[in-house]
């Protein structure tokens, strides 16, 4: 039976590996013109940067809850960032824990994000600066992790699509 087709990271399909990452053809040899035309030529891969926004009950403990991903594409210009928290696992983890508490700091996120005045003070800066300041290591409630990097065609349908996979789908902390 033949192994099946494998996904790129914008859920297209490449015709050079499988299933079960074998490569159909040698590392470094040129796609076929045919391969090549199966993606978007118009819009060209782009490099992004990613973190998890995690709620860390106990700082001293290390035990956190994801609750949201930040994502920075700098070609593109864009910095944007889905929260939502989940108050039964977090009731779990740190029962003493108010959830509204937690939520309002994870709303301020999307709105450095986003920029401006309603951002406060950071929201002058750059979205590099931005980004930056965000994933800063720091000792509070609220974290991030390490930051993860990776390539796609649309930095918005990527964020997205993280989001999905490694918090949950459901309503946005607004």
Do not use: K
């Amino acid at each position: 039976m033949p192994a099946s087709r494998v996904a790129d990271p914008d859920g297209q399909h490449d015709p050079g590996a499988t299933s079960e990452g074998v490569l159909l053809r040698p590392v470094g040899a040129p796609r076929s013109v045919d391969a090549a035309n199966e993606r978007d030529s118009a819009t060209p891969y782009t490099s992004y940067d990613y973190a998890l926004i995690r709620v860390v009950p106990r700082v001293e403990r290390d035990e956190f809850l994801n609750a949201g991903v930040i994502l920075f594409c700098r070609t593109r210009r864009y910095l944007g960032a889905r929260v939502r928290l989940d108050p039964q696992r977090l009731a779990v983890l740190a029962p003493d824990l108010d959830p509204d508490d937690a939520e309002r700091h994870l709303a301020l996120i999307p709105r450095i994000c986003a920029g401006g005045r309603d951002a406060g003070p950071i929201g002058g800066l750059t979205a590099a600066e931005r980004f930056h300041w965000l994933v800063a290591p720091r000792s509070t409630v609220v974290q991030t992790s390490p930051v993860h990097c990776g390539l796609c065609h649309d930095p918005a349908a990527m964020l997205d699509r993280l989001f999905a996979m490694l918090i949950y789908a459901g309503p946005r902390v607004q």
